[in-house]
C-alpha cells in the first residue's frame, strides 16, 4: 500500500476535493454520475440492493490495534460482503466520514478496485466522539438469483466457504498484547507466528470468487447469508426464516490449523470457536441436493449438513451426540 493520507488539517472541503480527486474514475457502466453533484446517478439494468453498515470508535473498534488503513479496508470489504450474500454484484458505495482523525483513503481505494465498485458519494463532518464510519453498498443482481435467507427447503445441503473462528482468535491475541502492553509498554507485542488470523481479523475479504463460480455453475443458492455474527447465530436466521430446522456435523467444520492451536493455547474449545467466533465474512448457503455434484470437488466450499423439517438447530459431534446450538453471535446491546 502506498503513502498516507493525513487528514488533520485538511477540513471538510479539502477532504472532499481530496476525495474526488483520488477516485476521478469510474468502472461499473452502471455509474452514470459519480461524486460531485448532490446525489449519484446510478444505472441499473436488473434489481438493485443495497446495505449499510455503521461502524463507531471505540464500539465496533479499536484504534488501539486496528491499523487505520486496515479499517478503511474493512469497512468497504463488510458492506460488499452482504451484497454478495443476497448472490448479487456489488457496484457502487457510498461512504460517510465523521471524523476526529485520519482516515487512509488508500485503503478504500484499494478495496474499491480489489471489490471493483465506484466510490460515487457520501458526506462527511467533524466529529466529538471519535471515528465514525458508515458505508453504503450497492449491487445488482437479477429477480431470478437473489438468495434470500428465507428460501432453504427441506433436504437442502449446508455449504459454507473457506474457514471459520479465525477472526475471534485474532481478536484474542490482539487483545492479550494489548493488556501486556497497557501493563508494561516497554514489552513488544508478539504477534509473530499468528499472521493469518490476525489479518482474517483486521483485514476480511467478501467472497466475491464464490458468486461469481455460483453463476459460471449456474447454481442459485436457495438461501445465503454471510457470517458475521457467528455460524450458529448465523444459521439460526437461515433456518428460523426458512420455517425449519438445521442439522450440522462437528466432523464437518471448517477450521484452519493455527486457529485450532491458539484456541488450545487460549484454553479455548475450537468447535466453540467456529460455532460462535464472529467477523469471519465466509458465504453460508443452501442449495438443493441437485447442484450437489456441480459443487463437490471445490476446494474451499465445505458441507457441513442439511436443513430438516421442525425446528430444531443442532450441531452432531463427533460421538454423534445432538448438542442444540444456541446463537451466541457479537451482540453489543447485550453488554
Ligand atoms: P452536500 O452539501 O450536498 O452534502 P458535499 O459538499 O457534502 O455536498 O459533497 C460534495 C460531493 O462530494 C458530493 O458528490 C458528495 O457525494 C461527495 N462526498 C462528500 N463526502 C464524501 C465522502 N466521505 N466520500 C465520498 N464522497 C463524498
Ligand atoms: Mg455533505
Keep these: 500500500m502506498d503513502k498516507r493520507t493525513e487528514i488533520s488539517d485538511l477540513g471538510e472541503f479539502g477532504l472532499i476535493d481530496l476525495i474526488a480527486s483520488k477516485f476521478p474514475e469510474n468502472i461499473q457502466d452502471s455509474t452514470e454520475k459519480g461524486i460531485g453533484d448532490d446525489a449519484a446517478v446510478i444505472n441499473h439494468k436488473e434489481k438493485t440492493v443495497i446495505s449499510s453498515d455503521l ?26 460482503s452482504d451484497i454478495a450474500s443476497m448472490n448479487a454484484i456489488p457496484t457502487q458505495i457510498t461512504i460517510n466520514l465523521g471524523l476526529s482523525n485520519r482516515i487512509s483513503l488508500e485503503a478504500v481505494k484499494a478495496a474499491c478496485k480489489n471489490f471493483k465498485v465506484d ?12 471515528l465514525v464510519i458508515s458505508v453504503t453498498a450497492i449491487g445488482e443482481v437479477e429477480e431470478e438469483n437473489i438468495a434470500y435467507r428465507s428460501k432453504a427447503k427441506d433436504k437442502d445441503i449446508i455449504c459454507v466457504t473457506g474457514d471459520l473462528g479465525a477472526a475471534y482468535l485474532g481478536l484474542q491475541v490482539l487483545e492479550r498484547e494489548k493488556q501486556v502492553f497497557l501493563t508494561n509498554p516497554e514489552m513488544q507485542p508478539k504477534l509473530e507466528g499468528y499472521d493469518y488470523i490476525i489479518q482474517r481479523l483486521l483485514k476480511p475479504e467478501a467472497r466475491l470468487d464464490i458468486i461469481h463460480e455460483l453463476r459460471d455453475q449456474n447454481i442459485v443458492p436457495t438461501s445465503m447469508i454471510d457470517v458475521s455474527d457467528g455460524l450458529a447465530s448465523d444459521l439460526m436466521h437461515i433456518a428460523k426464516q426458512s420455517g425449519l430446522g438445521a442439522r450440522i456435523y462437528e466432523d464437518k467444520l471448517p477450521i484452519d490449523q493455527l486457529t485450532y ?21 465466509e458465504l453460508l448457503f443452501t442449495i438443493d441436493q441437485k447442484d450437489f455434484e456441480k459443487l463437490e470437488k471445490h476446494p474451499d466450499i465445505h458441507f457441513i449438513g442439511y436443513m430438516e423439517k421442525g425446528s430444531e438447530i443442532g450441531l452432531v459431534t463427533k460421538n454423534e451426540q445432538w448438542v442444540p446450538l444456541q446463537a451466541q453471535g457479537w451482540n453489543h446491546f447485550k453488554d
Design 55 to 80: 461502524l463507531l470508535e471505540g464500539v465496533h473498534f479499536d484504534l488501539g490495534y486496528m491499523p487505520i488503513q486496515h479499517l478503511g479496508y474493512k469497512s468497504v470489504a463488510v458492506n460488499v
Design 119 to 130: 466510490l460515487v458519494g457520501g458526506d462527511t463532518s467533524t466529529s466529538t466522539s471519535g
Design 261 to 281: 492451536t491458539t484456541a488450545v493455547e487460549f484454553n479455548l474449545d475450537p468447535i466453540t470457536c467456529v460455532l460462535n467466533g464472529g467477523e469471519d465474512y
